[in-house]
Nanobody, 123 residues
């Protein structure tokens, strides 16, 4: 069984930064492409960023391009999301997901999910 555990969320003022982490255990981390999604209250889960197994390719939602950076450390089985210049609109629960199918934008194509870490950005 694969387990994903996110951490690093919290309360931050607009313009601030946070770094999220997602530790993967249970199977080889390197067989999965990884992604971050977020879900605000009353809204659907939306794609934020994704990265391939070897970090060669990354994808970002337009809303976070230039502000967020996704990365991974395969030696530590850990996925990261560096979030800079945060805005109140970034407020959501952030989830990491693992997939063996490309870098899909649709959450239903991810095989495993973490429990989420909340991020609140105050104005």
């Amino acid at each position: 069984q694969v387990q994903l555990v996110e951490s690093g969320g919290g309360l931050v003022q607009a313009g601030g930064s946070l770094r999220l982490s997602c530790v993967v255990s249970g199977r080889s981390f390197t067989i999965y492409n990884m992604a971050w999604f977020r879900q605000a209250p009353g809204q659907e889960r939306e794609f934020v960023a994704a990265i391939t197994r070897s970090s060669v390719t990354t994808e970002y939602a337009d809303s976070v391009k230039g502000r967020f950076t996704i990365s991974r450390d395969n030696a530590k089985n850990t996925l990261y999301l560096q979030m800079n210049s945060l805005k109140p609109g970034d407020t959501a629960v952030y989830y990491c997901g693992a997939t063996v199918v490309g870098l899909p934008l649709a959450p239903e194509l991810y095989n495993y999910w973490g429990q989420g870490t909340p991020v609140t950005v105050s104005a």
